[in-house]
């Protein structure tokens, strides 16, 4: 009993090796090249580990158990940011323009750090783990989708997630039942009125002021039209038109954000942002077209799945390692996998230590990781394999 968290403590100098080695050459979205095959040589190099490529920079890692039992995925995403790290670090990122400021690096590690240690069991293994390392989490529409449209999920029961965070303190696994992450979409309205001279505006159809009525008009969405038992967030982020202090444009341009956790909900929103848009046009003699775009669904969290891994985490680093936590802002393509119908739960492991000055934000320059928190990733994943499968 507990042989895997022993596992996970020697494996620890590998994981963060490993990590280094992914933050050093650390790659965008869509074109993590190098990342991937290094990926398929480790996994290789393990042995017992059938391995695929679905999409140009995913990789698939499957590991068959002696015994029969249930396939169940664990998803590590590998991607970095595009922006240019301010750490002097002896591992700081080569690649200008290219940073891990989010802990994709300690995800792909932790993923193979899971893989080798099962690869070396598959004798005690009763079905099989899957290992997916997902391309371009951070650009929509995410390489999660892709990876689902390649057919990943086919045959799989379960699949687990998990992000490192500056945002809990380390040694805590945060734990939600149900909506974790938001859905993230936006949208663009054209108001198109008619331009002319800023002295005669009744020849005009003025734009501005239709943009202006629309933006606070959209305010009421979230103020008077949702129930107060609901949240959505909508913020209207950019507003460009005109050209001179004297000329009333043809056009003004919005774009705005609609973040929602209730499906129902966002499937309502897109109708009342056209409504007010094409309603306040009206009355002031003009028109408008609204462009609605979906980008990551919610990440729904199965309860079955989730007491599991609170019991697992549990029974690994004690009922106090535990930390219940509010739904998360932040979207998260992880949601793709779980959208086909398979039970799916995403767990934050905590990093903030302010003594290591590992309390950074994530997507920020200066982001550093506590990496004791691979130790506790890799504990869970393992905690999980052991439970299950063992
Ligand atoms: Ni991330």
């Not at 020697?10 to 993590?32: G, M, T, V, Y």
């Not at 994709?104 to 069991?121: F, N, P, T, W």
């Not at 109708?271 to 046009?281: F, R």
Request: glycine residues 10%; proline residues 5%.
């Amino acid at each position: 009993m507990k042989n895997l968290l022993q596992a996970s403590k020697d494996l620890h100098p590998q994981i963060i090796e490993w990590r280094r080695h992914f933050h050093k050459h650390a790659e965008l979205s869509f074109c993590e090249f190098e990342t991937s095959d290094f990926i398929e040589a480790q996994l290789n190099s393990f042995g017992n580990v059938e391995i695929s490529r679905p999409t140009k920079t995913g990789v698939i890692g499957k590991i068959h158990g002696a015994k029969p039992g249930p396939t169940i995925a664990f998803r590590a995403d590998i991607d970095a940011l595009p922006m240019t790290e301010v750490n002097d670090l002896p591992y700081a990122s080569v690649n200008k323009g290219a940073m891990h400021s989010c802990g994709h690096d300690g995800h792909a590690a932790i993923l193979l750090g899971l893989a080798k240690m099962v690869s070396e069991r598959v004798d005690a293994l009763c079905g099989t783990v899957v290992c997916i390392f997902q391309h371009a989490e951070e650009l929509p529409p995410g390489g999660a989708a892709e990876m689902v449209a390649a057919g990943v999920m086919e045959g799989i029961d379960e699949i687990y997630g998990l992000h490192l965070s500056s945002n809990y303190p380390i040694g805590k696994f945060g734990c939600v039942n149900g909506a974790l992450t938001s859905a993230t979409d936006s949208f663009d309205v054209r108001v198109i009125g008619k331009g002319g001279h800023s002295s005669l505006p009744e020849q005009c159809v003025d734009p501005i002021v239709m943009a202006a009525q629309i933006i606070l008009g959209l305010q009421n969405i979230a103020a008077r039209r949702i129930s107060a038992y609901e949240t959505a967030v909508l913020s209207v982020c950019q507003i460009s038109g005109g050209d001179a202090y004297n000329i009333i444009p043809g056009e003004v341009m919005l774009r705005g954000s609609v973040r929602t956790f209730s499906k129902e909900l966002r499937n309502r929103i897109p109708g009342m942002i056209s409504e007010i848009s094409n309603g306040i046009a009206a009355s002031m003699g003009g028109s408008c077209e609204v462009t609605y775009t979906r980008g990551y669904d919610s990440v729904m969290n199965d309860a079955a799945l989730t007491d599991g891994a609170r019991a697992a985490i549990s029974d690994y680093f004690g009922p106090d390692a535990v930390l219940e936590i509010q739904p998360v802002m932040p979207g998260e393509d992880f949601s793709a996998f779980t959208e086909v119908g398979c039970p799916g739960t995403f767990i934050e492991i905590g990093t903030r230590n302010p003594e290591k000055g590992t309390d950074r934000p994530h997507h920020n320059p200066a982001y550093l990781m506590d990496e004791d928190g691979l130790y506790y990733g890799l504990g869970f994943f393992a905690g999980i394999v052991e439970k299950k499968m063992m």
